[in-house]
């Protein structure tokens, strides 16, 4: 039997695994566990029941996880430590949606499978090139500095695989380019807008596979509009809503990660509903819609501009590789991608921090 790698994709409700084979990276067999905090105790407890359904553990010799959050120090992927372990829980406030649920799964492996090496790869990673006038807020140099303050990134891991996917075959040429060099006929100079659209949403422009901007900065909720974040807000409406409500910085946390976007609008969560409604006259429902797209459009427009020029536009993520509807939508009246090549791409993130760790 061959070596494993097995890749863990921790949530706060559920975990997510993925097992391949070390040398040619194939899918062995894979398994989605929720309920977490309910039905099933906690990440330990999910992952003992994937390790019962994956059975030959023996031949498990590394384990992947995912981190949404690697600050400024975690820039590629890592063998997992007790001392980096501790330094990763520093950034537990900045994803805390997030990263403390990754951390328990690492804690889990390093419980249920202490002969094997343990690595992260990170979500902020992708971006670890951004250029300071992308990554930099306009705000006092100062509160930079000693907080850390940046636009970071999300959603690397999905970006990097729908950019690098070998099903995407872009044929570069001047015309699809708009006044594009045909000298430039080759993978390392295209052009990509890459969009995840998913629960969480985010839209990454790459020039030969680097990302040179995207929509979420210091912490996920910037950008898009989401299924429950607000995405892109005047802070004014923060601080008049702090003044006039009496709300606290939690609340204020809980109603833009929890209460707002798409749900905010309509009262709905699941993107298939928001369309069967809007179908049926749902008025609310179909502002959410309109908002939705419309947004996606702009972030697409912008980045048009910023790259000079695109080859390919990618949608991923179970909305945007899922739904075709959305996609028509959010393409109409764009005249620069009559000649661009739309893809839709299923992501996965588990074989992405696969191929990382191999290249280690």
């Given at each position: 039997?061959?070596?494993?790698?097995?890749?863990?994709?921790?949530?706060?409700?559920?975990?997510?695994?993925?097992?391949?084979?070390?040398?040619?990276?194939?899918?062995?067999?894979?398994?989605?566990?929720?309920?977490?905090g309910e039905k099933i105790k906690d990440h330990k407890e999910a992952l003992e029941l994937a390790l019962k359904e994956i059975n030959s553990l023996e031949r498990i010799k590394v384990v992947g996880h995912r981190v949404v959050h690697g600050g400024e120090k975690f820039i590629e992927t890592t063998k997992i430590t007790i001392d980096n372990?501790?330094?990763?829980?520093?950034?537990?406030?900045?994803?805390?949606?997030?990263?403390?649920?990754?951390?328990?799964?690492?804690?889990?492996?390093?419980?249920?499978?202490?002969?094997?090496?343990?690595?992260?790869?990170?979500?902020?990673?992708?971006?670890?090139?951004?250029?300071?006038?992308?990554?930099?807020?306009?705000?006092?140099?100062?509160?930079?500095?000693?907080?850390?303050?940046?636009?970071?990134?999300?959603?690397?891991?999905?970006?990097?695989?729908?950019?690098?996917?070998?099903?995407?075959?872009?044929?570069?040429?001047?015309?699809?380019?708009?006044?594009?060099?045909?000298?430039?006929?080759?993978?390392?100079?295209?052009?990509?807008?890459?969009?995840?659209?998913?629960?969480?949403?985010?839209?990454?422009?790459?020039?030969?596979?680097?990302?040179?901007?995207?929509?979420?900065?210091?912490?996920?909720?910037?950008?898009?509009?989401?299924?429950?974040?607000?995405?892109?807000?005047?802070?004014?409406?923060?601080?008049?809503?702090?003044?006039?409500?009496?709300?606290?910085?939690?609340?204020?946390?809980?109603?833009?990660?929890?209460?707002?976007?798409?749900?905010?609008?309509?009262?709905?969560?699941?993107?298939?509903?928001?369309?069967?409604?809007?179908?049926?006259?749902?008025?609310?429902?179909?502002?959410?819609?309109?908002?939705?797209?419309?947004?996606?459009?702009?972030?697409?427009?912008?980045?048009?501009?910023?790259?000079?020029?695109?080859?390919?536009?990618?949608?991923?993520?179970?909305?945007?590789?899922?739904?075709?509807?959305?996609?028509?939508?959010?393409?109409?009246?764009?005249?620069?991608?009559?000649?661009?090549?739309?893809?839709?791409?299923?992501?996965?993130?588990?074989?992405?921090?696969?191929?990382?760790?191999?290249?280690?």
């Amino acid at each position: 039997m061959k070596d494993k790698i097995l890749v863990i994709n921790s949530g706060s409700t559920s975990l997510k695994y993925k097992l391949f084979n070390i040398d040619d990276l194939k899918e062995e067999k894979s398994g989605y566990i929720q309920n977490i905090g309910e039905k099933i105790k906690d990440h330990k407890e999910a992952l003992e029941l994937a390790l019962k359904e994956i059975n030959s553990l023996e031949r498990i010799k590394v384990v992947g996880h995912r981190v949404v959050h690697g600050g400024e120090k975690f820039i590629e992927t890592t063998k997992i430590t007790i001392d980096n372990l501790k330094e990763l829980e520093r950034y537990n406030e900045l994803a805390p949606l997030h990263n403390p649920a990754n951390l328990m799964g690492i804690k889990a492996a390093l419980n249920l499978l202490p002969n094997t090496s343990n690595y992260a790869s990170f979500d902020t990673a992708f971006y670890k090139d951004l250029e300071e006038k992308v990554y930099k807020y306009a705000i006092p140099d100062k509160y930079c500095q000693n907080n850390k303050i940046r636009r970071y990134g999300f959603h690397g891991l999905s970006h990097q695989y729908v950019v690098e996917s070998q099903k995407l075959k872009i044929q570069v040429s001047s015309a699809g380019r708009r006044g594009g060099d045909k000298s430039q006929n080759n993978k390392s100079k295209c052009k990509i807008i890459s969009c995840h659209l998913g629960g969480g949403c985010s839209i990454t422009a790459s020039i030969g596979g680097k990302a040179i901007d995207t929509s979420m900065g210091f912490t996920p909720m910037e950008g898009l509009m989401m299924i429950s974040r607000s995405g892109d807000i005047d802070p004014g409406v923060i601080t008049y809503l702090q003044k006039k409500e009496g709300l606290n910085v939690d609340e204020i946390n809980k109603i833009l990660n929890f209460e707002s976007g798409v749900y905010g609008v309509c009262g709905e969560k699941d993107w298939l509903t928001v369309l069967k409604k809007m179908k049926q006259g749902n008025k609310e429902c179909k502002l959410a819609f309109d908002m939705f797209c419309l947004r996606v459009k702009k972030y697409i427009g912008a980045y048009y501009a910023e790259l000079g020029g695109l080859d390919a536009l990618i949608f991923t993520g179970s909305i945007g590789s899922g739904d075709k509807k959305t996609r028509e939508t959010i393409c109409e009246k764009l005249p620069f991608l009559e000649r661009v090549k739309i893809e839709a791409i299923e992501t996965n993130e588990e074989l992405q921090i696969a191929k990382e760790i191999t290249n280690i």
